[in-house]
């Protein structure tokens, strides 16, 4: 017994050694090739917890005592930032973990089932939000950082007969949004979110920085709705912007079975944003309906 927790004792130790060394190694190596300290927040400091706790959406995974948070968390401001995490991570032997919008319900953006928080980092690139428009306003640069009501508003304040169809959640980051496919109001007419996209910029696991004709097509057609783990880090888009009327009436049409008569929406005009619609009695409807779908 005395021998096993001598043992124990020894292992928690050199563990813990090991883990100091692996964040002793990260810290020097990304102070060296960025020269900005500051971008670090480590586990235990108050900046740590305020950046770990600012876009949590589910709080089971914070506070769940089976779950460990990342030994640091390094707030890139500029993509070469995310670059000099790659390499030196890869260098000191940490694993990385990506955060963009936060609205990961599952947590796997900021923290991990058992092992030991500090086997891991978080690339936090919430403070990669610029956007830029095309001279023709055609399609835009987004970087992964934005969130789908930040790239709302800077299409519709300047060009109000464009829209980018994507999700109906504001604080959604764009990164993981379009990594995951994006799907939305205008998915039917436009195709989701991915399908629009005209060019990436990637992060590869050795800290290149690839757009889509360094990356290759294969990598190019997965990072366009197959996931956002294992292929880099992605931190821009070019998407295509869609052409819609300045005034598009949205609504919600319910239909219930046991209703006497039921409203069949024939047709919705974007160009002049008037809906048709027409009442029919169930007896005269339910032939065409009893295939049909309810509609998004």
């Not at 799907?183 to 436009?190: A, V």
Request: with cysteine.
């Amino acid at each position: 017994m005395i021998l096993f927790v001598f043992l124990l004792f020894s292992s928690l130790i050199v563990s813990s050694s090991s883990i100091q060394t692996q964040e002793s190694a990260f810290t020097q190596c990304f102070t060296n090739v960025t020269q900005s300290p500051n971008l670090l927040a480590f586990s235990g400091t108050s900046s740590y917890k305020i950046i770990l706790r600012s876009s949590v959406k589910n709080q089971r995974f914070l506070f769940s005592p089976e779950t460990s948070k990342p030994a640091l968390i390094v707030s890139a401001g500029d993509e070469s930032h995310v670059q000099a995490a790659v390499i030196c991570a890869r260098a000191a032997g940490l694993q990385i973990r990506v955060r963009s919008g936060g609205h990961d319900y599952e947590g796997q953006s900021y923290s991990a089932f058992g092992g030991n928080a500090s086997f891991f980092l978080t690339v936090d690139i919430s403070g990669l939000r610029s956007i830029s428009f095309d001279s023709g306003h055609n399609s835009a640069w987004v970087q992964a950082g934005a969130t789908l009501g930040e790239l709302y508003y800077a299409v519709a304040k300047d060009h109000p007969t464009k829209a980018f169809p994507a999700g109906i959640c504001p604080t959604v980051g764009v990164g993981g949004h379009v990594c995951g496919g994006g799907i939305g109001t205008l998915t039917r007419k436009f195709g989701t979110a991915a399908d629009n996209v005209l060019d990436a910029r990637i992060v590869d696991y050795t800290g290149r920085l690839l757009d889509m004709s360094t990356m290759g097509e294969d990598l190019f057609w997965a990072v366009r709705g197959g996931g956002s783990s294992g292929f880099g880090i992605l931190v821009a888009f070019k998407v295509q912007l869609a052409n819609v009327p300045p005034v598009v009436t949205v609504f919600n049409v319910g239909r219930y079975i046991y209703e006497k008569k039921l409203i069949l929406v024939l047709e919705l005009s974007l160009k002049s944003s008037i809906v048709k619609v027409v009442e029919a009695e169930r007896h005269q409807a339910g032939g065409a309906l009893a295939g049909g779908g309810t509609g998004a």
